[in-house]
Protein backbone atom coordinates (compact mmCIF):
# COMPACT_ATOMS: atom_id res chain seq x y z
CA UNK A 1 0.00 0.00 0.00
CA UNK A 2 1.02 3.41 -0.60
CA UNK A 3 0.73 6.75 1.45
CA UNK A 4 -0.07 9.79 -1.26
CA UNK A 5 -2.20 11.48 1.63
CA UNK A 6 -1.41 12.68 4.90
CA UNK A 7 -1.33 9.81 7.01
CA UNK A 8 1.66 8.56 8.63
CA UNK A 9 4.15 6.95 6.11
CA UNK A 10 4.72 3.25 7.15
CA UNK A 11 8.19 2.27 6.97
CA UNK A 12 10.25 -0.74 7.63
CA UNK A 13 13.67 -0.39 8.97
CA UNK A 14 16.15 -3.49 9.01
CA UNK A 15 19.00 -3.39 10.59
CA UNK A 16 22.09 -5.49 9.56
CA UNK A 17 24.07 -5.74 13.08
CA UNK A 18 22.74 -7.89 15.93
CA UNK A 19 24.84 -6.60 18.58
CA UNK A 20 23.32 -5.21 21.68
CA UNK A 21 25.49 -1.94 21.54
CA UNK A 22 24.62 -1.72 17.13
CA UNK A 23 25.34 2.27 15.79
CA UNK A 24 22.64 0.95 13.15
CA UNK A 25 20.18 0.12 15.58
CA UNK A 26 20.50 3.30 17.60
CA UNK A 27 20.26 5.51 14.44
CA UNK A 28 17.43 3.59 13.39
CA UNK A 29 15.45 4.03 16.16
CA UNK A 30 16.65 7.42 16.61
CA UNK A 31 15.52 7.87 13.18
CA UNK A 32 11.89 6.91 14.38
CA UNK A 33 11.79 9.03 17.37
CA UNK A 34 12.98 12.07 14.50
CA UNK A 35 10.72 11.32 11.81
CA UNK A 36 7.06 10.52 14.05
CA UNK A 37 4.70 11.58 14.25
CA UNK A 38 4.91 11.94 10.21
CA UNK A 39 6.27 8.95 9.89
CA UNK A 40 5.73 5.44 10.98
CA UNK A 41 9.22 3.40 11.75
CA UNK A 42 9.02 -0.10 12.70
CA UNK A 43 12.41 -1.33 13.49
CA UNK A 44 12.73 -5.20 13.11
CA UNK A 45 15.10 -6.05 15.90
CA UNK A 46 14.34 -9.34 15.77
CA UNK A 47 15.97 -10.16 11.85
CA UNK A 48 18.41 -12.43 14.06
CA UNK A 49 15.22 -15.26 14.61
CA UNK A 50 15.02 -15.97 10.96
CA UNK A 51 16.57 -19.22 9.92
CA UNK A 52 19.62 -19.31 7.24
CA UNK A 53 17.66 -18.91 3.87
CA UNK A 54 17.12 -22.75 2.25
CA UNK A 55 14.37 -22.26 -0.78
CA UNK A 56 13.24 -25.44 0.14
CA UNK A 57 11.66 -24.08 3.16
CA UNK A 58 9.67 -21.26 1.18
CA UNK A 59 8.97 -23.42 -1.50
CA UNK A 60 5.69 -24.07 0.55
CA UNK A 61 1.73 -24.99 -0.63
CA UNK A 62 0.41 -22.95 2.05
CA UNK A 63 2.27 -19.85 3.64
CA UNK A 64 1.29 -21.20 6.83
CA UNK A 65 4.10 -23.65 6.24
CA UNK A 66 6.48 -21.01 6.39
CA UNK A 67 9.16 -20.59 9.50
CA UNK A 68 7.09 -18.19 12.06
CA UNK A 69 9.96 -15.45 11.41
CA UNK A 70 9.58 -15.33 7.54
CA UNK A 71 6.09 -15.10 7.87
CA UNK A 72 6.37 -11.98 10.04
CA UNK A 73 8.76 -10.62 7.41
CA UNK A 74 6.54 -10.88 5.04
CA UNK A 75 3.73 -9.58 6.46
CA UNK A 76 6.12 -6.79 7.68
CA UNK A 77 7.36 -6.06 4.27
CA UNK A 78 3.56 -6.06 2.41
CA UNK A 79 2.77 -3.70 5.07
CA UNK A 80 5.39 -1.41 4.83
CA UNK A 81 5.27 2.31 2.32
CA UNK A 82 8.99 2.20 2.10
CA UNK A 83 12.01 0.29 3.67
CA UNK A 84 15.34 1.49 5.24
CA UNK A 85 18.37 -0.12 5.67
CA UNK A 86 21.42 0.07 7.90
CA UNK A 87 23.99 -2.74 8.01
CA UNK A 88 27.46 -2.85 8.81
CA UNK A 89 30.23 -3.51 6.45
CA UNK A 90 32.48 -6.58 7.50
CA UNK A 91 35.01 -7.81 5.95
CA UNK A 92 34.18 -5.84 2.90
CA UNK A 93 30.83 -7.18 2.56
CA UNK A 94 27.40 -6.96 3.97
CA UNK A 95 26.51 -8.48 6.90
CA UNK A 96 25.17 -11.78 7.03
CA UNK A 97 22.29 -10.43 8.71
CA UNK A 98 20.78 -8.19 6.19
CA UNK A 99 22.12 -11.07 3.35
CA UNK A 100 19.92 -13.58 4.68
CA UNK A 101 17.10 -11.74 5.30
CA UNK A 102 17.35 -9.99 1.47
CA UNK A 103 17.52 -13.44 0.42
CA UNK A 104 14.50 -14.37 2.17
CA UNK A 105 12.61 -11.77 -0.20
CA UNK A 106 14.41 -12.48 -3.15
CA UNK A 107 11.19 -14.64 -4.82
CA UNK A 108 8.82 -12.34 -2.31
CA UNK A 109 7.11 -10.36 -4.92
CA UNK A 110 5.22 -7.58 -2.94
CA UNK A 111 9.39 -5.98 -2.15
CA UNK A 112 9.71 -5.11 -6.22
CA UNK A 113 9.22 -1.70 -6.88
CA UNK A 114 8.93 -1.07 -3.00
CA UNK A 115 10.31 2.27 -2.35
CA UNK A 116 14.42 1.26 0.15
CA UNK A 117 16.50 3.78 1.22
CA UNK A 118 20.29 2.76 2.15
CA UNK A 119 21.84 4.19 5.25
CA UNK A 120 25.83 3.96 5.83
CA UNK A 121 26.71 4.95 9.18
CA UNK A 122 30.52 4.77 8.25
CA UNK A 123 31.14 6.48 4.67
CA UNK A 124 34.48 5.02 4.41
CA UNK A 125 33.05 1.77 4.36
CA UNK A 126 31.82 1.61 0.83
CA UNK A 127 32.15 -1.62 -0.21
CA UNK A 128 28.96 -2.81 2.05
CA UNK A 129 26.95 0.35 0.60
CA UNK A 130 27.93 -0.76 -2.77
CA UNK A 131 27.09 -4.29 -2.22
CA UNK A 132 23.64 -3.17 -0.69
CA UNK A 133 22.52 -1.41 -3.65
CA UNK A 134 23.85 -3.74 -5.74
CA UNK A 135 21.64 -6.68 -4.33
CA UNK A 136 18.99 -4.13 -4.47
CA UNK A 137 18.78 -3.74 -8.21
CA UNK A 138 19.59 -6.72 -9.08
CA UNK A 139 16.32 -8.13 -6.80
CA UNK A 140 14.62 -4.98 -8.39
CA UNK A 141 13.64 -3.23 -5.41
CA UNK A 142 12.88 0.74 -6.05
CA UNK A 143 15.76 1.52 -4.27
CA UNK A 144 15.40 5.76 -3.68
CA UNK A 145 18.77 7.27 -4.11
CA UNK A 146 17.74 10.28 -2.45
CA UNK A 147 16.29 9.38 0.64
CA UNK A 148 19.63 7.50 0.87
CA UNK A 149 22.19 9.07 2.82
CA UNK A 150 25.94 8.15 4.48
CA UNK A 151 26.14 10.08 8.35
CA UNK A 152 29.58 9.69 10.32
CA UNK A 153 28.67 8.08 13.10
CA UNK A 154 31.32 5.32 14.11
CA UNK A 155 33.84 7.08 16.65
CA UNK A 156 31.13 9.51 17.07
CA UNK A 157 30.19 8.56 20.78
CA UNK A 158 26.91 8.92 20.27
CA UNK A 159 23.93 6.69 22.32
CA UNK A 160 20.54 6.93 20.43
CA UNK A 161 19.68 10.24 22.71
CA UNK A 162 22.52 11.93 21.46
CA UNK A 163 21.77 10.87 17.66
CA UNK A 164 17.85 11.88 18.03
CA UNK A 165 19.04 15.38 19.63
CA UNK A 166 21.57 15.65 16.78
CA UNK A 167 20.58 18.37 14.20
CA UNK A 168 22.57 16.65 11.32
CA UNK A 169 21.08 13.27 11.88
CA UNK A 170 17.60 14.84 12.23
CA UNK A 171 18.38 16.53 8.54
CA UNK A 172 19.34 13.70 6.83
CA UNK A 173 16.36 11.30 8.33
CA UNK A 174 13.64 14.16 7.65
CA UNK A 175 15.33 14.49 4.03
CA UNK A 176 15.26 10.63 3.53
CA UNK A 177 11.16 10.53 4.41
CA UNK A 178 10.69 13.68 2.21
CA UNK A 179 12.63 12.17 -0.63
CA UNK A 180 10.40 8.63 -0.04
CA UNK A 181 7.33 10.63 0.30
CA UNK A 182 7.84 12.05 -3.09
CA UNK A 183 8.59 8.89 -4.75
CA UNK A 184 5.42 7.23 -3.44
CA UNK A 185 3.95 10.95 -4.19
CA UNK A 186 5.21 10.54 -8.06
CA UNK A 187 4.14 7.01 -7.93
CA UNK A 188 0.79 7.72 -7.31
CA UNK A 189 0.78 10.77 -9.33
CA UNK A 190 1.41 8.78 -12.63
CA UNK A 191 4.70 10.91 -13.55
CA UNK A 192 6.61 7.89 -13.56
CA UNK A 193 5.54 4.14 -14.04
CA UNK A 194 3.21 2.30 -11.16
CA UNK A 195 3.83 -0.87 -10.34
CA UNK A 196 1.89 -3.00 -8.55
CA UNK A 197 2.67 -2.71 -5.15
CA UNK A 198 0.79 -4.68 -2.41
C1 LIG B 1 33.74 -8.94 11.88
C2 LIG B 1 33.84 -7.47 11.56
C3 LIG B 1 34.32 -7.09 10.32
C4 LIG B 1 34.41 -5.73 10.01
N1 LIG B 1 34.86 -5.37 8.77
C5 LIG B 1 34.90 -4.07 8.43
C6 LIG B 1 35.32 -3.67 7.13
O1 LIG B 1 35.64 -4.46 6.28
N2 LIG B 1 35.34 -2.33 6.85
C7 LIG B 1 34.98 -1.39 7.78
O2 LIG B 1 35.01 -0.20 7.47
N3 LIG B 1 34.55 -1.75 9.02
C8 LIG B 1 34.51 -3.05 9.36
N4 LIG B 1 34.08 -3.43 10.61
C9 LIG B 1 33.63 -2.39 11.54
C10 LIG B 1 32.10 -2.30 11.57
O3 LIG B 1 31.56 -2.06 10.30
C11 LIG B 1 31.70 -1.22 12.53
O4 LIG B 1 32.17 -1.57 13.81
C12 LIG B 1 30.20 -0.97 12.58
O5 LIG B 1 29.98 0.08 13.46
C13 LIG B 1 29.45 -2.14 13.14
O6 LIG B 1 28.07 -1.80 13.11
P1 LIG B 1 27.17 -1.83 14.41
O7 LIG B 1 27.75 -0.81 15.36
O8 LIG B 1 25.82 -1.46 13.93
O9 LIG B 1 27.24 -3.20 14.98
C14 LIG B 1 34.00 -4.76 10.95
C15 LIG B 1 33.51 -5.19 12.21
C16 LIG B 1 33.43 -6.52 12.50
C17 LIG B 1 32.86 -6.94 13.84
Given amino acids: MQSSDNRPL ?3 ALCGSLRAASINAALLRAAARIAAPGADIEVADWLGRLPLFNPDLENVVDDRELPRAVKALHLAVDAADAILIASPEYAHGISGTIKNTLDWLVSFEPFIHKPVAVVNVSPRAHHADDALRETLRTMSAGLVGEASFAVELLGAHMDEDAMAASPAVADVVAQ ?13 SGDIPVFPLR
Avoid: H, P
Avoid at 176 to 188: D, N, S, T, V, Y
Fill in 176 to 188: AIAALRAEIGRRA
Fill in 10 to 12: NVL
